[in-house]
């Protein structure tokens, strides 16, 4: 995506806003997703849509359907999968319901151990991780859905390039979201999500490998950042007119960081400290979106929005090297109002292509 990445890339689990706790992007977003337990990945290039929030480089949503029974069903899908490393996966997919709703259990699993580069030598590479996730819905009629899910996570990894491995990478997280379909004056839907997501990472220098006394860390030290996100949307859907149609909505978000530390687990292990807030960070999103489609093959489309963001550095210090000094902007809050936009022409191109020989 250009090159870009960090916050240039919007990444949206079900239209939840996940956010990784270590400042190193140690645990970014991607690394509480399991890929496998979604039905569709979509990216977004550059700045293609204001519905989902600010991406410069790229948009990714991973999405789950929804399960649609007329009578009583069962269904399900599992997959294994082995290799080199003693590399193995596996997943587990059941969804039973009816008219009324629907309940959908997955699970998924993935381990390997280090692997061996073209020399033969072993790299510091071993990861395991698992997930669990629950969907509760309720149809009362076809135009209608309310849906209550849940998912817990965690795993580890071990990482060559660094002088700390992931012990820990826990996620918890609970969501709401409702959808009605109707059709009063040009409103034709709905749509309504609120989500919390628990994120809680340990990296260290001593559980997944044999701690070596250096210069920058001459005991076994670990960090242990939390980073708890709650967000909601508000989506409208209209039809102006036959070939019009129109997104606007509103969105929230706040998120809490924290941490606690330990140059020295042996004298001073972290789980024995206790958390220190250090950022709070809050943002309010109105956005609009249109599409007005010319004739069968294009289309304009454009959108506008409008974010208020609200930072509070709350560190009381700062790592110099190996020393921690005063923060000087300890306490300082931080407001800006973000606009974005744009406007695109679209056409489909109905070539043939012929194949020269």
């Not at 919007?10 to 996940?18: C, P, Y």
């Not at 990296?203 to 920058?216: A, E, G, Q």
């Not at 998120?255 to 530390?261: D, F, G, M, W």
Request: aromatic letters at 8%.
């Amino acid at each position: 995506f250009r090159g870009m990445a960090a916050s240039r890339l919007n990444i949206l689990a079900d239209g939840e806003t996940v956010l990784g706790g270590c400042g190193m992007r140690m645990d970014p977003p991607t690394a509480y997703l399991f890929p496998e337990t979604y039905d569709r990945i979509r990216i977004l290039k550059g700045p293609q849509s204001v519905v989902w929030g600010t991406g410069s480089a790229a948009t990714v949503l991973f999405e789950r359907d929804t399960p649609d029974f007329d009578t009583p069903t069962v269904q399900g899908t599992a997959s294994v999968l082995a290799g080199s490393f003693d590399r193995l996966e596996a997943m587990a997919d059941l969804t039973t319901g009816a008219a009324s709703g629907y309940l959908r259990l997955q699970g998924s699993h993935a381990e390997s151990d280090d692997y061996e580069d073209g020399d033969g030598a072993e790299v510091h590479s071993a990861y395991e991780r698992w997930s669990g996730n629950v969907a509760l819905g309720w149809t009362p009629d076809e135009k209608t859905v309310i849906e209550l899910t849940g998912a817990v996570s965690d795993g580890e990894a071990a990482y060559a390039d660094r002088m700390m491995d992931g012990s820990m990478f826990k996620r918890e997280n609970i969501g709401l979201r409702a959808r009605r379909e109707m059709s009063v004056g040009w409103l034709t839907a709905v749509d309504a999500q609120l989500y919390r997501n628990d994120v809680d990472h340990v990296m260290d220098n001593y559980s997944l490998r044999t701690f070596t006394p250096s210069m920058m860390m001459p005991a076994p030290a670990a960090s242990n950042p939390t980073r708890l996100t709650e967000g909601g949307r508000l989506t409208t859907t209209l039809a102006p007119g036959d070939n019009t149609q129109a997104t606007i909505g509103v969105d929230t978000q706040r998120n809490e960081h924290a941490v606690r530390s330990t140059m020295n687990q042996t004298m001073m292990p972290f789980e024995a400290m206790a958390f220190t807030d250090d950022g709070t960070f809050e943002q309010q999103g109105l956005f609009a979106e249109i599409e007005h489609a010319l004739n069968a093959g294009s289309r304009l489309v454009g959108g506008l929005r409008a974010d208020q963001w609200e930072v509070t550095d709350q560190r009381l210090t700062l790592k110099n090297g190996m020393m921690s000094v005063p923060n000087p902007t300890a306490g300082t809050i931080d407001k800006d109002t973000l606009t974005s936009g744009f406007a695109r022409l679209e056409h489909d191109l109905n070539a043939q292509h012929q194949l020269l020989v």
